[in-house]
T-cell receptor
Framework: AQSVTQPDIHITVSEGASLELRCNYS??????LFWYVQSPGQGLQLLLK??????LVQGIKGFEAEFKRSQSSFNLRKPSVHWSDAAEYFC???????????FGQGTRLTINP | GAGVSQSPRYKVAKRGQDVALRCDPI?????LFWYQQALGQGPEFLTY????????KSGLPSDRFFAERPEGSVSTLKIQRTQQEDSAVYLC???????????FGNGTRLTVT
């Protein structure tokens, strides 16, 4: 079955440190891939998306993600986190486009001052 | 401009009651999706409209769930005879065209007691 896995339920990093959130997918063919962020009580905001082409994708708020076909991964990175980055992060995939998304379980990010 | 608006923000229902959740998409958006997000989980697809046509309802968990979008704008998700397992955040999302990334609302948190 098609699935998206985020192995880390909760990650804590210090403000100013680098960040990497992991995402693996299981699909027959490479799906469209997304990262969303959700602050408490808020909806989901799109950070970035990968459809094809360059495997390093730049997004909003200084985030980037790298698509690795050999590892079926689409990890999210940020060189230096800010306290405002504390939130829940979701990786998602869709085999056909951008809409009927399959989400991972989410990774909750906590920032230490 | 205005984003996707959902009402009510919070709904408490006694087991067995019927509830109706409303979604006002961004004006002019053709596609409209409903997702269900259980506590601590990623959102799961429920159903999809293109204008007034419900093109996919494969994610609705039972025949107690019903969604409509009669004029191709506002949508209502109705749950009949609510059960405790229906407790979740219900997210609505819209997009201007098929395969454009989704814009999510802040959701309705339903608690069934």
């Amino acid at each position: 079955a098609q699935s998206v896995t985020q192995p880390d339920i909760h990650i804590t990093v210090s403000e100013g440190a680098s960040l990497e959130l992991r995402c693996n997918y299981s699909y027959g063919a490479t799906p469209y891939l997304f990262w969303y962020v959700q602050s408490p009580g808020q909806g989901l905001q799109l950070l970035l998306k990968y459809f094809s082409g360059d495997t390093l994708v730049q997004g909003i708020k200084g985030f980037e993600a790298e698509f690795k076909r050999s590892q079926s991964s689409f990890n999210l990175r940020k060189p230096s986190v800010h306290w405002s980055d504390a939130a829940e992060y979701f990786c998602a995939a869709d085999e056909q486009g951008a809409q009927k998304l399959v989400f991972g379980q989410g990774t909750r990010l906590t920032i230490n001052p | 401009g205005a984003g996707v608006s959902q009402s009510p923000r919070y709904k408490v229902a006694k087991r067995g009651q019927d509830v109706a959740l409303r979604c006002d998409p961004i004006s002019g958006h053709v596609s409209l999706f409903w997702y269900q997000q259980a506590l601590g989980q990623g959102p799961e697809f429920l159903t999809y409209f293109q204008n007034e046509a419900q093109l996919d309802k494969s994610g609705l968990p039972s025949d107690r769930f019903f969604a409509e979008r009669p004029e191709g704008s506002v949508s209502t998700l109705k749950i009949q005879r609510t059960q405790q397992e229906d407790s979740a955040v219900y997210l609505c999302a819209s997009s201007p065209t098929f395969n454009s990334p989704l814009h999510f609302g802040n959701g309705t948190r339903l608690t069934v007691t």
